[in-house]
Protein backbone atom coordinates (compact mmCIF):
# COMPACT_ATOMS: atom_id res chain seq x y z
CA UNK A 1 0.00 0.00 0.00
CA UNK A 2 1.34 3.36 -0.52
CA UNK A 3 1.26 5.36 2.17
CA UNK A 4 0.07 9.17 3.17
CA UNK A 5 3.90 10.58 3.03
CA UNK A 6 4.90 8.46 -0.47
CA UNK A 7 1.74 9.83 -1.96
CA UNK A 8 2.43 13.27 -1.02
CA UNK A 9 6.14 13.14 -2.16
CA UNK A 10 4.86 11.77 -5.84
CA UNK A 11 1.69 14.55 -6.04
CA UNK A 12 4.47 17.36 -5.28
CA UNK A 13 6.59 16.17 -7.60
CA UNK A 14 4.14 16.21 -10.36
CA UNK A 15 2.92 19.80 -9.46
CA UNK A 16 6.69 20.31 -9.88
CA UNK A 17 7.23 19.27 -12.84
CA UNK A 18 3.50 20.55 -14.31
CA UNK A 19 3.97 24.07 -13.45
CA UNK A 20 8.12 23.98 -15.48
CA UNK A 21 5.86 22.51 -17.98
CA UNK A 22 3.28 25.41 -18.33
CA UNK A 23 3.13 26.43 -21.62
CA UNK A 24 2.87 30.22 -22.12
CA UNK A 25 1.68 31.76 -26.07
CA UNK A 26 4.85 32.03 -27.76
CA UNK A 27 6.59 34.68 -26.93
CA UNK A 28 5.33 35.29 -23.66
CA UNK A 29 8.23 33.45 -22.03
CA UNK A 30 9.99 35.03 -19.62
CA UNK A 31 13.63 35.37 -20.53
CA UNK A 32 16.18 36.49 -23.08
CA UNK A 33 14.18 36.14 -27.00
CA UNK A 34 10.85 37.06 -25.74
CA UNK A 35 9.00 36.89 -29.00
CA UNK A 36 12.03 36.12 -31.39
CA UNK A 37 11.52 33.64 -33.94
CA UNK A 38 14.29 30.73 -33.94
CA UNK A 39 16.43 29.97 -36.65
CA UNK A 40 16.11 26.19 -37.37
CA UNK A 41 17.89 23.82 -39.58
CA UNK A 42 15.45 20.97 -41.08
CA UNK A 43 17.21 18.05 -41.11
CA UNK A 44 15.56 14.93 -43.60
CA UNK A 45 13.11 17.33 -44.70
CA UNK A 46 10.64 15.18 -46.28
CA UNK A 47 8.59 12.51 -44.49
CA UNK A 48 7.66 12.56 -41.34
CA UNK A 49 9.33 16.31 -41.19
CA UNK A 50 6.26 17.20 -43.52
CA UNK A 51 3.91 16.46 -40.29
CA UNK A 52 6.18 19.31 -38.86
CA UNK A 53 6.02 21.84 -41.61
CA UNK A 54 2.52 23.38 -39.96
CA UNK A 55 4.48 24.09 -36.49
CA UNK A 56 7.65 24.98 -38.12
CA UNK A 57 6.12 28.09 -40.53
CA UNK A 58 5.25 29.40 -37.09
CA UNK A 59 10.00 29.99 -36.81
CA UNK A 60 12.17 30.64 -39.29
CA UNK A 61 13.37 28.09 -41.40
CA UNK A 62 16.86 28.76 -42.39
CA UNK A 63 18.56 25.19 -43.70
CA UNK A 64 17.11 22.69 -45.02
CA UNK A 65 18.89 19.15 -45.25
CA UNK A 66 18.00 16.14 -47.44
CA UNK A 67 19.73 13.46 -49.32
CA UNK A 68 16.99 13.22 -52.20
CA UNK A 69 16.64 15.65 -54.45
CA UNK A 70 12.71 15.14 -54.89
CA UNK A 71 11.73 15.71 -51.27
CA UNK A 72 14.74 18.84 -51.03
CA UNK A 73 12.10 20.15 -53.70
CA UNK A 74 8.68 18.94 -51.24
CA UNK A 75 10.38 20.92 -48.72
CA UNK A 76 12.07 24.08 -50.44
CA UNK A 77 8.44 24.88 -51.81
CA UNK A 78 7.15 24.98 -48.28
CA UNK A 79 10.91 26.73 -46.89
CA UNK A 80 11.59 28.79 -50.18
CA UNK A 81 14.25 31.18 -48.11
CA UNK A 82 16.17 28.51 -46.49
CA UNK A 83 20.11 27.35 -47.83
CA UNK A 84 19.86 23.68 -49.09
CA UNK A 85 21.84 21.44 -48.05
CA UNK A 86 23.02 17.05 -48.83
CA UNK A 87 25.62 16.48 -45.80
CA UNK A 88 24.20 17.33 -42.52
CA UNK A 89 27.66 18.26 -41.20
CA UNK A 90 27.94 21.08 -43.42
CA UNK A 91 24.69 21.92 -42.47
CA UNK A 92 25.44 22.71 -38.74
CA UNK A 93 28.11 24.53 -39.48
CA UNK A 94 25.68 27.67 -40.92
CA UNK A 95 26.37 30.42 -38.40
CA UNK A 96 23.01 31.60 -38.16
CA UNK A 97 21.45 28.39 -36.94
CA UNK A 98 20.57 28.05 -33.70
CA UNK A 99 18.37 24.89 -33.22
CA UNK A 100 17.94 21.77 -35.35
CA UNK A 101 14.82 19.35 -36.06
CA UNK A 102 15.88 16.15 -36.97
CA UNK A 103 13.68 13.28 -38.91
CA UNK A 104 16.01 11.58 -40.54
CA UNK A 105 16.51 7.30 -40.66
CA UNK A 106 17.28 6.52 -37.09
CA UNK A 107 20.99 5.92 -37.76
CA UNK A 108 22.06 9.14 -37.72
CA UNK A 109 19.73 10.52 -34.94
CA UNK A 110 22.61 9.99 -32.53
CA UNK A 111 25.20 11.62 -34.98
CA UNK A 112 23.31 14.64 -35.58
CA UNK A 113 22.16 15.30 -32.21
CA UNK A 114 24.96 14.79 -30.73
CA UNK A 115 26.62 16.76 -33.40
CA UNK A 116 24.28 19.39 -32.41
CA UNK A 117 24.83 19.91 -29.22
CA UNK A 118 28.45 19.84 -29.48
CA UNK A 119 27.64 23.11 -31.43
CA UNK A 120 25.67 24.96 -28.88
CA UNK A 121 21.88 23.94 -30.72
CA UNK A 122 18.98 23.05 -29.33
CA UNK A 123 17.50 19.64 -30.69
CA UNK A 124 14.46 18.37 -31.22
CA UNK A 125 14.92 14.83 -32.83
CA UNK A 126 12.28 12.05 -33.81
CA UNK A 127 12.45 9.11 -31.86
CA UNK A 128 14.13 6.96 -31.19
CA UNK A 129 17.06 8.94 -30.00
CA UNK A 130 19.75 6.35 -30.78
CA UNK A 131 19.77 3.09 -32.60
CA UNK A 132 21.52 1.13 -29.64
CA UNK A 133 22.45 1.28 -25.68
CA UNK A 134 25.59 3.28 -26.38
CA UNK A 135 24.08 5.97 -28.72
CA UNK A 136 21.45 6.11 -26.30
CA UNK A 137 24.02 6.60 -23.84
CA UNK A 138 26.03 8.83 -25.36
CA UNK A 139 23.30 11.32 -26.63
CA UNK A 140 22.20 11.26 -22.45
CA UNK A 141 25.63 12.47 -21.55
CA UNK A 142 25.99 15.22 -24.24
CA UNK A 143 22.90 16.53 -23.13
CA UNK A 144 23.51 16.64 -19.38
CA UNK A 145 26.69 18.19 -19.97
CA UNK A 146 24.97 21.09 -21.85
CA UNK A 147 21.22 21.05 -19.98
CA UNK A 148 21.99 24.28 -18.07
CA UNK A 149 21.82 26.14 -22.11
CA UNK A 150 19.95 23.78 -24.50
CA UNK A 151 16.39 22.46 -24.97
CA UNK A 152 15.82 19.03 -26.08
CA UNK A 153 12.92 16.72 -26.70
CA UNK A 154 12.54 13.71 -28.99
CA UNK A 155 9.46 13.04 -30.72
CA UNK A 156 7.21 11.29 -28.52
CA UNK A 157 4.26 13.98 -29.50
CA UNK A 158 1.60 12.19 -28.18
CA UNK A 159 2.96 12.98 -24.36
CA UNK A 160 0.74 15.50 -24.91
CA UNK A 161 -2.18 13.69 -24.52
CA UNK A 162 -4.04 14.24 -21.53
CA UNK A 163 -4.43 11.15 -20.96
CA UNK A 164 -0.48 10.56 -20.33
CA UNK A 165 -0.69 12.92 -17.37
CA UNK A 166 -3.91 11.71 -16.22
CA UNK A 167 -2.79 7.82 -16.04
CA UNK A 168 0.59 8.67 -14.41
CA UNK A 169 -1.54 10.31 -11.67
CA UNK A 170 -3.55 7.34 -11.01
CA UNK A 171 -0.77 5.31 -10.97
CA UNK A 172 1.41 7.53 -8.36
CA UNK A 173 -2.19 8.21 -6.38
CA UNK A 174 -2.13 4.37 -5.30
CA UNK A 175 -5.38 3.79 -7.36
CA UNK A 176 -4.41 0.38 -8.15
CA UNK A 177 -2.59 -0.01 -4.58
CA UNK A 178 0.91 -0.37 -4.94
CA UNK A 179 2.52 -1.03 -8.54
CA UNK A 180 4.04 -4.29 -9.39
CA UNK A 181 4.39 -5.12 -12.48
CA UNK A 182 3.99 -3.23 -15.98
CA UNK A 183 3.22 -4.37 -19.55
CA UNK A 184 3.38 -2.43 -22.90
CA UNK A 185 2.83 -3.57 -26.41
CA UNK A 186 2.77 -2.94 -30.03
CA UNK A 187 1.05 -5.15 -32.98
CA UNK A 188 3.03 -4.37 -36.13
CA UNK A 189 4.46 -6.96 -37.46
CA UNK A 190 6.89 -8.10 -40.16
CA UNK A 191 7.70 -10.65 -42.21
CA UNK A 192 10.94 -9.67 -43.87
CA UNK A 193 14.53 -12.30 -43.06
CA UNK A 194 17.25 -10.52 -44.95
CA UNK A 195 18.91 -7.49 -46.57
CA UNK A 196 16.91 -6.12 -49.58
CA UNK A 197 18.75 -7.18 -53.01
CA UNK A 198 21.01 -5.17 -55.06
CA UNK A 199 18.80 -2.96 -57.36
CA UNK A 200 21.71 -1.65 -59.39
CA UNK A 201 22.88 2.38 -59.10
CA UNK A 202 20.69 4.84 -57.22
CA UNK A 203 19.77 7.37 -59.50
CA UNK A 204 21.45 10.82 -59.55
CA UNK A 205 18.32 12.35 -57.36
CA UNK A 206 19.55 10.25 -54.03
CA UNK A 207 22.90 10.42 -52.33
CA UNK A 208 23.13 7.10 -51.21
CA UNK A 209 26.52 7.48 -49.99
CA UNK A 210 24.71 10.08 -47.19
CA UNK A 211 21.87 7.77 -46.90
CA UNK A 212 23.60 5.27 -45.75
CA UNK A 213 25.94 7.78 -43.36
CA UNK A 214 27.84 6.05 -40.58
CA UNK A 215 26.24 2.96 -40.80
CA UNK A 216 27.64 -0.23 -42.61
CA UNK A 217 26.77 -0.16 -46.87
CA UNK A 218 24.51 -2.22 -48.31
CA UNK A 219 23.04 -1.69 -52.09
CA UNK A 220 21.11 0.60 -53.18
CA UNK A 221 17.39 -0.61 -53.18
CA UNK A 222 14.17 2.08 -53.50
CA UNK A 223 12.05 -0.50 -51.42
CA UNK A 224 14.21 0.77 -48.40
CA UNK A 225 12.52 4.12 -48.03
CA UNK A 226 8.92 4.19 -49.88
CA UNK A 227 6.22 4.92 -47.96
CA UNK A 228 3.50 2.81 -48.00
CA UNK A 229 1.47 5.05 -46.51
CA UNK A 230 2.14 8.95 -46.85
CA UNK A 231 4.81 10.30 -45.34
CA UNK A 232 5.59 8.93 -41.72
CA UNK A 233 5.37 5.98 -42.90
CA UNK A 234 9.07 5.80 -44.74
CA UNK A 235 10.28 4.56 -41.84
CA UNK A 236 8.58 1.11 -41.67
CA UNK A 237 10.58 0.19 -45.30
CA UNK A 238 13.74 0.48 -43.49
CA UNK A 239 13.51 -0.13 -39.46
CA UNK A 240 13.00 -3.45 -39.93
CA UNK A 241 16.78 -3.64 -40.86
CA UNK A 242 19.19 -4.19 -38.20
CA UNK A 243 21.56 -1.58 -39.41
CA UNK A 244 18.79 1.64 -39.90
CA UNK A 245 16.87 0.48 -37.04
CA UNK A 246 15.57 -0.97 -34.72
CA UNK A 247 11.63 -2.27 -35.55
CA UNK A 248 8.66 -1.60 -33.10
CA UNK A 249 10.42 -1.43 -30.23
CA UNK A 250 12.21 1.47 -31.19
CA UNK A 251 9.67 3.03 -33.27
CA UNK A 252 6.25 3.00 -31.25
CA UNK A 253 7.55 0.91 -28.49
CA UNK A 254 9.05 4.41 -27.71
CA UNK A 255 5.08 6.27 -27.52
CA UNK A 256 3.83 3.17 -25.69
CA UNK A 257 6.48 3.20 -23.38
CA UNK A 258 6.12 6.57 -22.69
CA UNK A 259 3.00 6.29 -21.13
CA UNK A 260 4.41 3.21 -18.81
CA UNK A 261 7.64 5.68 -18.63
CA UNK A 262 5.70 8.97 -17.84
CA UNK A 263 4.17 6.98 -14.26
CA UNK A 264 6.61 4.81 -13.08
CA UNK A 265 9.35 7.56 -12.40
CA UNK A 266 12.18 4.67 -13.99
CA UNK A 267 15.65 4.28 -14.42
CA UNK A 268 17.32 1.83 -16.29
CA UNK A 269 16.89 -1.88 -15.67
CA UNK A 270 19.08 -4.41 -13.71
CA UNK A 271 18.14 -7.39 -15.69
CA UNK A 272 16.84 -7.75 -19.00
CA UNK A 273 15.74 -11.21 -20.60
CA UNK A 274 13.98 -11.86 -23.84
CA UNK A 275 12.47 -14.19 -26.20
CA UNK A 276 10.17 -14.24 -29.72
CA UNK A 277 11.86 -14.72 -33.47
CA UNK A 278 15.02 -16.31 -33.31
CA UNK A 279 17.74 -13.89 -33.49
CA UNK A 280 18.62 -12.68 -37.24
CA UNK A 281 22.22 -10.78 -38.10
CA UNK A 282 20.30 -9.01 -40.86
CA UNK A 283 16.15 -7.82 -39.30
CA UNK A 284 14.90 -7.18 -35.67
CA UNK A 285 12.76 -9.29 -34.39
CA UNK A 286 9.54 -9.13 -35.88
CA UNK A 287 7.86 -11.22 -32.25
CA UNK A 288 9.25 -10.51 -29.09
CA UNK A 289 9.04 -10.04 -25.63
CA UNK A 290 11.63 -8.16 -23.43
CA UNK A 291 11.30 -8.20 -19.33
CA UNK A 292 13.01 -5.63 -17.78
CA UNK A 293 13.42 -5.43 -13.78
CA UNK A 294 13.22 -2.29 -12.83
CA UNK A 295 14.93 -0.79 -9.50
CA UNK A 296 12.74 0.78 -6.90
CA UNK A 297 12.36 4.34 -6.54
CA UNK A 298 10.92 6.51 -3.52
CA UNK A 299 7.59 5.90 -3.82
CA UNK A 300 7.56 2.22 -5.41
CA UNK A 301 9.16 -1.06 -4.96
CA UNK A 302 11.27 -2.44 -7.34
CA UNK A 303 8.49 -3.74 -10.42
CA UNK A 304 8.71 -5.54 -13.75
CA UNK A 305 8.74 -3.79 -16.75
CA UNK A 306 7.37 -6.35 -19.86
CA UNK A 307 7.56 -5.31 -23.93
CA UNK A 308 5.80 -7.21 -26.51
CA UNK A 309 5.48 -6.93 -29.85
CA UNK A 310 4.17 -8.56 -33.05
CA UNK A 311 1.98 -11.44 -31.04
CA UNK A 312 3.52 -12.33 -27.81
CA UNK A 313 0.77 -10.34 -25.65
CA UNK A 314 0.11 -9.95 -21.63
CA UNK A 315 -2.82 -12.27 -20.06
CA UNK A 316 -5.84 -10.20 -19.55
CA UNK A 317 -6.98 -9.78 -16.00
CA UNK A 318 -10.77 -10.02 -17.26
CA UNK A 319 -12.23 -12.68 -19.70
CA UNK A 320 -14.57 -9.67 -21.35
CA UNK A 321 -11.53 -7.69 -21.82
CA UNK A 322 -9.50 -8.57 -24.82
CA UNK A 323 -6.34 -6.75 -24.80
CA UNK A 324 -5.50 -7.76 -28.38
CA UNK A 325 -8.57 -5.02 -29.47
CA UNK A 326 -5.73 -2.26 -28.56
CA UNK A 327 -3.41 -2.00 -31.00
CA UNK A 328 -0.55 -0.12 -28.74
CA UNK A 329 -1.76 -0.03 -24.54
CA UNK A 330 -0.27 -0.64 -21.49
CA UNK A 331 -1.71 -2.15 -18.94
CA UNK A 332 0.03 -1.10 -15.10
CA UNK A 333 -1.02 -3.94 -11.86
CA UNK A 334 -1.01 -2.90 -8.89
CA UNK A 335 -2.31 -4.62 -5.59
CA UNK A 336 -5.48 -3.88 -5.48
CA UNK A 337 -6.44 -3.10 -9.17
CA UNK A 338 -5.27 -2.34 -12.61
CA UNK A 339 -5.25 -0.01 -15.51
CA UNK A 340 -5.45 -0.89 -18.94
CA UNK A 341 -4.64 2.40 -21.25
CA UNK A 342 -3.76 3.27 -25.03
CA UNK A 343 -2.78 6.85 -26.06
CA UNK A 344 -5.96 8.55 -25.55
CA UNK A 345 -7.80 6.76 -22.84
CA UNK A 346 -7.92 4.60 -19.93
CA UNK A 347 -9.84 2.30 -17.34
CA UNK A 348 -9.96 1.49 -14.14
CA UNK A 349 -10.40 -2.33 -12.83
CA UNK A 350 -10.46 -3.04 -8.88
CA UNK A 351 -9.61 -6.22 -8.34
CA UNK A 352 -9.37 -8.39 -4.96
CA UNK A 353 -10.66 -7.52 -1.82
CA UNK A 354 -10.36 -3.52 -1.59
CA UNK A 355 -12.60 -2.91 -4.43
CA UNK A 356 -14.40 -0.33 -2.67
CA UNK A 357 -10.98 1.97 -3.61
CA UNK A 358 -11.46 4.13 0.02
CA UNK A 359 -7.59 3.55 0.03
CA UNK A 360 -7.46 6.22 -3.08
CA UNK A 361 -8.03 9.52 -2.95
CA UNK A 362 -8.29 11.79 -6.03
CA UNK A 363 -6.16 14.51 -6.54
CA UNK A 364 -7.70 18.35 -6.31
CA UNK A 365 -7.69 21.01 -8.86
CA UNK A 366 -4.33 22.01 -8.04
CA UNK A 367 -2.79 18.44 -7.93
CA UNK A 368 -3.58 17.93 -11.65
CA UNK A 369 -0.95 18.35 -14.14
CA UNK A 370 -1.22 21.55 -16.41
CA UNK A 371 -2.31 20.89 -20.13
CA UNK A 372 0.81 20.17 -22.00
CA UNK A 373 -0.30 22.07 -24.85
CA UNK A 374 1.39 21.75 -28.63
CA UNK A 375 4.24 19.53 -27.64
CA UNK A 376 6.35 20.87 -30.42
CA UNK A 377 5.59 24.36 -29.43
CA UNK A 378 6.57 23.53 -25.84
CA UNK A 379 9.87 22.91 -27.29
CA UNK A 380 10.00 26.27 -29.50
CA UNK A 381 8.96 28.07 -25.95
CA UNK A 382 11.74 26.08 -23.93
CA UNK A 383 14.58 26.97 -26.47
CA UNK A 384 13.66 30.49 -26.04
CA UNK A 385 12.85 30.81 -22.37
CA UNK A 386 13.25 28.06 -19.28
CA UNK A 387 14.95 24.84 -21.33
CA UNK A 388 12.23 22.56 -19.61
CA UNK A 389 10.53 20.06 -22.06
CA UNK A 390 8.69 16.97 -21.19
CA UNK A 391 10.58 14.76 -22.95
CA UNK A 392 14.29 16.24 -23.06
CA UNK A 393 17.26 13.79 -24.04
CA UNK A 394 17.82 12.59 -20.02
CA UNK A 395 14.09 11.55 -19.43
CA UNK A 396 14.02 10.10 -23.26
CA UNK A 397 17.93 8.51 -22.79
CA UNK A 398 16.69 6.41 -20.30
CA UNK A 399 14.10 5.03 -21.80
CA UNK A 400 15.48 3.94 -25.08
CA UNK A 401 18.64 2.99 -23.37
CA UNK A 402 15.92 0.51 -21.86
CA UNK A 403 14.18 -0.77 -25.12
CA UNK A 404 17.42 -1.05 -26.87
CA UNK A 405 18.83 -3.20 -23.80
CA UNK A 406 15.87 -5.56 -25.26
CA UNK A 407 16.94 -6.23 -28.41
CA UNK A 408 19.98 -7.01 -27.25
CA UNK A 409 19.13 -9.59 -24.61
CA UNK A 410 16.86 -10.87 -27.39
CA UNK A 411 20.58 -11.28 -29.79
CA UNK A 412 22.04 -12.78 -26.79
CA UNK A 413 19.71 -15.41 -25.96
CA UNK A 414 20.03 -15.34 -22.18
CA UNK A 415 19.67 -12.90 -19.32
CA UNK A 416 21.30 -10.28 -19.28
CA UNK A 417 22.33 -8.69 -15.82
CA UNK A 418 23.39 -4.49 -16.41
CA UNK A 419 24.85 -1.81 -14.64
CA UNK A 420 23.21 1.26 -16.01
CA UNK A 421 26.31 3.80 -14.17
CA UNK A 422 28.59 2.24 -16.11
CA UNK A 423 26.78 0.96 -19.12
CA UNK A 424 28.33 -2.83 -19.38
CA UNK A 425 26.70 -6.35 -18.90
CA UNK A 426 28.03 -7.44 -16.04
CA UNK A 427 27.21 -11.42 -16.27
CA UNK A 428 28.74 -11.79 -19.83
CA UNK A 429 31.92 -9.62 -21.05
CA UNK A 430 31.11 -10.57 -24.92
CA UNK A 431 27.53 -9.36 -24.78
CA UNK A 432 28.96 -5.92 -24.19
CA UNK A 433 29.26 -6.16 -28.34
CA UNK A 434 25.60 -6.09 -28.59
CA UNK A 435 25.34 -2.92 -26.63
CA UNK A 436 27.03 -0.88 -29.96
CA UNK A 437 27.25 -0.66 -33.64
CA UNK A 438 30.34 -0.45 -35.91
CA UNK A 439 30.33 2.82 -37.72
CA UNK A 440 32.06 3.29 -40.95
CA UNK A 441 35.32 4.88 -41.09
CA UNK A 442 35.71 8.47 -41.48
CA UNK A 443 32.24 8.73 -39.08
CA UNK A 444 32.72 9.84 -35.49
CA UNK A 445 29.94 9.82 -33.04
CA UNK A 446 31.09 12.43 -30.53
CA UNK A 447 32.12 15.03 -33.16
N1 LIG B 1 6.76 10.87 -33.95
C1 LIG B 1 6.05 10.18 -34.81
O1 LIG B 1 4.86 9.93 -34.64
C2 LIG B 1 6.71 9.66 -36.05
C3 LIG B 1 5.95 9.22 -37.15
C4 LIG B 1 6.63 8.76 -38.28
C5 LIG B 1 8.01 8.73 -38.30
N2 LIG B 1 8.72 9.15 -37.20
C6 LIG B 1 10.19 9.15 -37.19
O2 LIG B 1 10.64 10.07 -38.17
C7 LIG B 1 11.84 9.61 -38.75
C8 LIG B 1 11.70 9.58 -40.27
O3 LIG B 1 10.73 8.64 -40.60
P1 LIG B 1 10.01 8.71 -42.05
O4 LIG B 1 8.92 7.73 -42.02
O5 LIG B 1 9.73 10.11 -42.40
O6 LIG B 1 11.21 8.16 -42.96
P2 LIG B 1 11.46 8.48 -44.52
O7 LIG B 1 12.54 7.58 -44.94
O8 LIG B 1 10.16 8.43 -45.24
O9 LIG B 1 11.91 10.00 -44.54
C9 LIG B 1 13.19 10.40 -44.06
C10 LIG B 1 13.63 11.66 -44.76
O10 LIG B 1 15.01 11.89 -44.41
C11 LIG B 1 15.79 11.98 -45.60
N3 LIG B 1 17.13 11.47 -45.30
C12 LIG B 1 17.59 10.20 -45.30
N4 LIG B 1 18.90 10.16 -44.93
C13 LIG B 1 19.26 11.46 -44.69
C14 LIG B 1 20.47 12.07 -44.29
N5 LIG B 1 21.57 11.35 -44.04
N6 LIG B 1 20.49 13.41 -44.17
C15 LIG B 1 19.38 14.17 -44.43
N7 LIG B 1 18.20 13.63 -44.82
C16 LIG B 1 18.14 12.28 -44.93
C17 LIG B 1 15.03 11.16 -46.64
O11 LIG B 1 15.39 11.50 -47.95
C18 LIG B 1 13.60 11.56 -46.29
O12 LIG B 1 13.25 12.80 -46.87
C19 LIG B 1 12.12 8.24 -38.15
O13 LIG B 1 13.09 8.34 -37.15
C20 LIG B 1 10.78 7.82 -37.56
O14 LIG B 1 10.95 6.99 -36.43
C21 LIG B 1 8.09 9.63 -36.11
Redesign the pocket.
Known sequence: MITDTKRRTFLASTIATGAGLTLLPSGTLAGNGAGAKLNIAL???????A?HYKNLHTQNIVAI????AD?MAKAAKQFPKAKQY???RKCLDQKDIEAVVI????H??AFISIWAMNRGLHVYC???LGDCVMEARAVREVYLKNKNKLATQQ????HANPNYDRVAELVKGGAIGELKDVHAWGSRWHKETAYRPAAGPAPST?DWE??I?PTQMHPYNPEY?Q?TRG?????????IYQDF?SWQV??MG??VMDLAWNAIDADRPTNIKADGDAPNAEVNPSAMRAIFEMPANDWRDEIRLVWYQGGPMPKSPLKALDLTKIGHGVMFKGSKGVIVSDFNNRMLIPLGKDTDMTYYKSPTPDQVAPPIGDFQQQWFNACKGDLKTCCDFDYSGRMVETLMLGLAAHQAGKELEYDAKTGTITNDPAANALLTKPYREGWVLNG
Open positions: IGAYGRAQCDVNNIDWCTPDHHEKPGTQRIQWGFPPGSGCLQWNGGDSH
